[in-house]
């Protein structure tokens, strides 16, 4: 923190997303002196393309609670946030016949239920009878969980944004940063005008703390300071059809496909690609194999009745980007120690330098929670708190160093594995 206002540590977050503008926000409300850089406009990368689903639904300790408390916070500004809405809605994970994963859902509730969720084993034609717009014939198992819902996320992102502006937050659009070096006044950051050439639009500013919270543009942010993150982006596909729903968002986990209500009609899902896109690169518009795909998923879902199916070849369909980490989990904490000789040598060995990426395609869903730990920890960070103290706010699990080192070989291929699929659900059981 700087000589002339130690109540006001500076802090730059790099990224204007869900989650980024969520940790600025929740900085600045905690007094630090924030500044949101974002190379576009706010939501207008994963955030804008994400499906808007939230629940609590974990069978995992650590997942269990960061997902109650998103939701929470999720309820909480739909009482208090213009411009955000959150409509509830029960979540339906089904399993058909025939999938081996079946005998596992009666366990997962029962840890979800260990955990005071709102979840129980439903038998298909009692999910029938509650949910008139679903077929069930062909599951096996299914399961409720109650407390859940859904929104349109970039209008989070929006109106969120929009506070953290009234809070004092420094909002920069357009503008492309990349990470500088540790020096004794703090981390370096070279900021340039998105439209600026070469290097005529840049210049270098100091921040106390650098919050990475950029999605797909992780990995290449953090080379700059010589940390290599293991996070890997993959493509994901979306669209919404012109068909009157008002059913339960459902997670068909045999066909790992979902579906939620949206105000044009419905919003379905699936189409991940399980292997590594170039975040600059990648193809936004979605593939005509993902149009057949999800259109078979409704027609064995969905009760159409005598009217039939939507025709997806008029559906509005997109491709976003999910990130992926080695064992499942983010990356949300410190990644350096203080850094420099020469700041070593003066006792000043905080760190500087925080990472929040590496979703699974759960970043929306988890933002609050997320966004509210790391403010709280780049602050107990910056005060001297050790990550691993007993009083850290910062959530062990998701520690980024836990590869061996902040050295991490970034080029280790690893399997990339759909966030939503059964198998993290159940684990660890």
């Given amino acids: 923190m700087t000589d002339e206002d130690e109540s006001a540590p500076t802090v730059a977050v790099v990224g204007g997303g869900a989650v980024g503008v969520t940790a600025a926000h929740d900085l600045a409300a905690r007094g630090a002196d924030v500044t949101l850089f974002e190379r576009g406009d706010l939501a207008a990368e994963s955030s804008g393309r994400a499906a808007g689903l939230f629940y609590d639904a ?22 208090t946030l213009p411009g955000f809405s959150f409509a509830a809605c029960p979540y339906v994970i089904a399993v058909r016949e025939g999938d081996s994963d079946a005998d ?54 929006r109106a969120l ?87 339960p968002m459902v997670y068909d986990a045999t066909a790992d496909a979902y579906l939620r209500p949206h105000p044009d009609g419905l919003l379905a899902g699936d ?77 000043d060995t905080a760190p500087t330098l925080f990472v929040a990426a590496g979703w699974q395609g759960h970043g929306f869903m988890r933002a609050p929670a997320i966004g509210e730990t790391v403010a709280e920890g780049v602050l107990a960070s910056l005060d001297g708190v050790a990550f691993d103290a007993s009083e850290s706010p910062w959530i062990g699990a998701f520690d980024p160093r836990r590869f061996g080192s902040e050295r991490f070989d970034a080029d280790e291929p690893f399997e990339i594995v759909e966030g939503m699929s059964l198998s993290n659900r159940t684990d660890g059981e």
């Fill in 271 to 347: 189409g991940t690609e399980p292997v590594s896109a170039d975040p600059d690169g990648y193809r936004r518009e979605a593939d005509d194999w993902f149009r057949e795909d999800v259109g078979t998923v409704l027609d064995e879902r969905l009760a159409h009745g005598d009217r039939g199916g939507p025709d997806l070849n008029d559906a509005r369909a997109w491709a976003g980007l999910c990130t992926a980490t080695p064992d499942g989990d983010p990356l949300v904490g410190p990644v350096d120690a203080g850094g420099t000789a020469d700041r070593a040598s003066t006792g």
């Fill in 161 to 247: 944004g929009g506070r953290a502006a009234r809070e004092g937050v420094a909002i920069e659009t357009e503008t492309a940063v990349a990470l500088g070096p540790l020096t004794d006044a703090g981390r370096e950051l070279r900021v340039r005008d998105a439209g600026a050439d070469g290097d005529s639009g840049t210049e270098t500013r100091v921040f106390d703390a650098v919050v990475v919270a950029a999605g797909a543009h992780t990995r290449s942010l953090l080379a700059d300071a010589d940390v290599a993150a293991p996070v890997v982006p993959y493509r994901v596909q979306a669209l919404v059809a012109a068909e009157r729903y008002d059913g």
């Fill in 58 to 79: 974990y069978a995992e300790d650590v997942d269990a609670a960061v997902g109650a408390r998103s939701l929470e916070r999720f309820r909480a500004f739909d009482r």
């Fill in 104 to 157: 596992a859902v009666p366990a997962m509730v029962e840890r979800m239920r260990a955990h005071g969720r709102d979840v129980s084993v439903v038998d298909p034609d009692a999910l029938g009878e509650r949910f008139p717009t679903l077929r069930t014939d062909d599951l096996a198992v299914a399961a409720v969980a109650e407390g859940a819902g859904w929104t349109d996320p970039p209008s989070y992102v």
